[in-house]
């Protein structure tokens, strides 16, 4: 069984920052990409920014040059810096890692996905 587990949520007021970790756990042989979502009430899920296991990073617009996504392949764990934080990015955050491959069948892999993490913005 493989799991996401995310932490880092909170509250935060306008133009602060917060910082969000998802560490994998499990049998794990490889992830390829690894990335975070976000849904705000009455909204659809929406992808934030993803990274693949070369470090290559793709951003949402609306969060391009306040958001950075970086990860750590040694401990399956892909971080989410929020800076200049503003009322709109309230929502819940989800990991999610679309192909993990596990160990004992390299050729088949799997979608995982975090629990959610709640961000709030506000003042």
């Known amino acids: 069984q493989v799991q996401l587990v995310e932490s880092g949520g909170g509250l935060v007021q306008p133009g602060g920052s917060l910082r969000l970790s998802c560490a994998a756990s499990?049998?794990?042989?490889?992830?390829?990409?690894m990335g975070w979502y976000r849904q705000a009430p009455g909204k659809q899920r929406e992808l934030v920014a993803d990274?693949?296991?070369?470090?290559?990073?793709n951003y949402a617009d609306s969060v391009k040059g306040r958001f950075t996504i970086s990860r750590d392949n040694t401990k399956n764990t892909v971080y989410l810096q929020m800076n200049s934080l503003k009322p709109e990015d309230t929502a819940v955050y989800y990991c999610?890692?679309?192909?993990?491959?596990?160990?004992?069948?390299?050729?088949?892999?799997?979608?995982?996905w975090g629990q959610g993490t709640l961000v709030t913005v506000s003042s």
């Open positions: 990274i693949t296991a070369g470090g290559k990073a």
């Open positions: 499990g049998s794990i042989f490889s992830i390829s990409v």
């Open positions: 999610n890692a679309p192909r993990v491959v596990k160990p004992t069948d390299v050729f088949r892999s799997f979608e995982v």
